[in-house]
């Protein structure tokens, strides 16, 4: 059974560093064609796509966010994680990390298969 | 970057109806298609990849097709437990989302 589970810091103030982990069970990143996303969801909006990683530590990041984002992970801890920097009131979201959905496509975009409950991160002063 | 239009933005129905919500992208996706519902406080559930493919243990009331840019998914003979929002989302570039459409019981 595969499930993924997000923490974060629930609150922080506009130009801090936003970290967020991702605990995930069921599969394992160092499985050849693995890897995990991020996708955040401002309150009643949409999805946006912000970063992969996959099992051999490659990373993609949406181009518009791109600078501010850095995505790692620790394979033996079964953990992913994202940094966003200089928060502001724009990036208050509920923030997912998911299981991409074919590791056939191997460093291609993908569909996710599953996704973690989310966290709500909230930007204010 | 693609983008990708859903319509209608909400629409309601009856119990035992049929359905349909459409996706156009901005350019052809090649069927690099998902489509997700999303409950009320929920995260997002696949239901569809590959533009007609069933995810595992989605019910076989739900079904997509399509090509090119237009896509769509279609819900047969609705069930109070379908009321939610459905997004589609494109994996033929960088991903990107459709702005959901909310299915409410009429």
């Known amino acids: 059974q595969v499930t993924l589970k997000e923490s974060g810091p629930g609150i922080l103030q506009p130009s801090q560093t936003l970290s967020l982990t991702c605990t995930f069970s069921?599969?394992?990143?160092?499985?050849?064609?693995?890897?995990v996303g991020w996708i955040r969801q401002p309150s009643g909006k949409g999805l946006e796509w912000l970063a992969n990683i996959w099992w051999d530590d490659d990373k993609y990041y949406n181009p518009s966010l791109k600078n501010r984002l850095t995505i790692s992970k620790d394979t033996s801890n079964n953990q992913a994680f994202l940094k966003i920097t200089n928060v502001d009131t724009a990036d208050t979201a509920t923030y997912y990390c998911?299981?991409?959905?074919?590791?056939?496509?191997?460093?291609?975009?993908?569909?996710?298969?599953?996704w973690g409950q989310g966290t709500l991160v909230t930007v204010s002063s | 970057d693609i983008q990708m239009t859903q319509s209608p933005a909400s629409l309601s129905a009856s119990l035992g109806e049929t359905v349909t919500i459409e996706c156009r992208a901005s350019?052809?996706?090649?069927?690099?298609l998902a489509w997700y519902q999303q409950k009320p406080g929920k995260s997002p559930q696949l239901l569809i990849y590959n533009a007609n493919s069933l995810h595992t243990g989605v019910p076989s009331r739900f079904s997509g097709s399509g090509s090119g840019t237009q896509y769509s998914l279609k819900i047969n003979s609705l069930q109070s437990e379908d009321v939610a929002s459905y997004f589609c989302?494109?994996?033929?570039?960088?991903?990107?989302f459709g702005g959901g459409t909310k299915l409410e019981l009429k």
């Open positions: 350019e052809d996706i090649y069927n690099g």
């Open positions: 998911a299981r991409i959905g074919s590791i056939l496509r191997v460093y291609l975009p993908n569909w996710f298969a599953y």
């Open positions: 069921g599969f394992s990143l160092s499985t050849y064609g693995m890897g």
């Open positions: 989302q494109q994996y033929y570039n960088y991903p990107t």
